[in-house]
């Protein structure tokens, strides 16, 4: 599948909570709400047709100018599609997200250091 029809199906999986998906050159970028994210996680390590095992690392990035100043990435690797997602959280300063490391064991050190 090529990452710009990969990039629909993910459109239609995650829907509602998923939305703005879209190929990025080799990899593939995906905006999320989240409230939602470890239901997306436990889909995309789950899913036959997606198999994101992997969380390699977790960036935060702020924009004091935006009304949703911090975004979140989470960058996924799938080792049997050799693929990245990059799932993104954009917030509200204040606003809180729930912990990734029932998903992901490896998280804890990461959410820590974000």
Do not use: T
């Not at 990452?3 to 703005?20: C, E, I, Q, R």
């Not at 998906?21 to 996680?41: N, P, Q, T």
């Not at 960058?75 to 990245?84: D, E, F, G, P, V």
């Amino acid at each position: 599948m090529l990452l710009d029809d990969y990039s629909k199906w993910l459109d239609k999986a995650l829907f509602p909570v998923g939305y703005g998906s879209r190929a990025h050159g080799w990899d593939l970028v995906v905006k999320v709400h989240s409230d939602e994210i470890l239901s997306i996680l436990s889909f995309l390590q789950n899913s036959a047709n997606a198999s994101f095992k992997v969380l390699s690392d977790l960036a935060v990035i702020d924009r004091p100018s935006n009304e949703k100043r911090f975004s979140i990435v989470y960058n996924l690797l799938s080792l049997k599609y050799q693929c990245r997602l990059f799932l993104r959280l954009c917030l509200s300063e204040g606003a809180s997200v729930p912990s990734v490391v029932s998903a992901f064991a490896g998280a804890d050190w990461m959410e820590r250091e974000a």
